[in-house]
């Protein structure tokens, strides 16, 4: 099938919000006067601690603050729609059936062309669409059982991003990919197209998710006591494994999940990497906020310590 011109709305749209993440990152202390227009800037801008701490704001801007807590109702999002994708998915794969009709004019509304990778590519949709559905529900499972939550808040503008981020991640797998529906796969048919590509993001992938779990559990537990009961909710220096080299391996390892579904791709999917510049930046902007408020609240904060890339930045 011929690939539509340009590179789509939704391929587009990821690179405009990486370029607007990207000024945040360079320009995020340059704008912070006392002005209405900055107040407004940071406060979009910040969002847990990084919203309570070193930066005052007007009542009328807390009244509209939402709890940070609800961080799970995106994965709650991220589950039952990432699950819907494998399930039309699977469907395509093995029983030959087309997607809805709704869903395909949606892809093709979003990419610039309905899908259009070479034939062959069929196991690397199924095993990101796997990936994803399993990094929603082990998020979702941290967010309610493991996470402790203090009262920090973020802006309503960032709760209803998130609510519709996991939705277009999902639509950007299908964005460039192999026409479904056309013929039914056998699991041997699939085993058969498997390449060292596909191992290789298998690993890192688990790799990213094993370094996020313990990074989360390490942040919980400095509010937890033996027992595992909650018994703080104050900030304190975190300590062990990759925060030994970063201040938020939390973001690190997410942004290496994003390059394992790539490299499942063999790199070939163009509006994959497009979200990637956009998970790289804004995560930038989030760690950079977190390493200089741990760098301003406590003096023996280590100096060896980067914000998100080891031993660069």
Known sequence: MVAGSGLGALPAAWLAFAAVFLISVLFRNVWSGPGICSVLFQDFLRY????????????WLQRR????????????????????????????????QSFPVWFQALLGSLSGSVLHLKPGNELSVLLVQMMMCMQGVRRLIECIFISVFSNSAIHPVQYCWGLVYYVLVG????????????KAFTIRDLIAQGQWY?????????????????????????RKNKLGEVTNFRYNIPEGDWFEMVSCPHYLSELL??????????????????????????????????HEFYVKMFDTYPKKRKALIPFIW
């Open 48 to 59: 847990g601690k990084s919203k309570h701490h070193f930066f005052q704001r007007p009542l």
């Open 171 to 182: 639509l950007t797998v299908h964005c460039d990919g192999p026409l479904l529906g056309t």
């Open 65 to 96: 603050d939402l709890p940070k807590r609800w961080f799970s109702h995106f994965y709650v999002v991220s589950v039952i729609w990432n699950s819907f994708l494998l399930g039309i998915t699977c469907r395509g794969l093995f029983f030959g």
């Open 257 to 290: 999940i994003y390059i394992a579904l790539s490299v499942t791709f063999k790199g070939q999917h163009l509006p994959w990497w497009c979200l990637i510049l956009y998970v790289l930046f804004s995560h930038a902007m989030m760690a950079a906020q977190s």
């Open 198 to 222: 596909h191992i290789a993001g298998i690993m890192l992938f688990l790799w990213g998710t094993i370094h996020q779990h313990k990074s989360h559990m390490i942040l919980a537990n400095l």
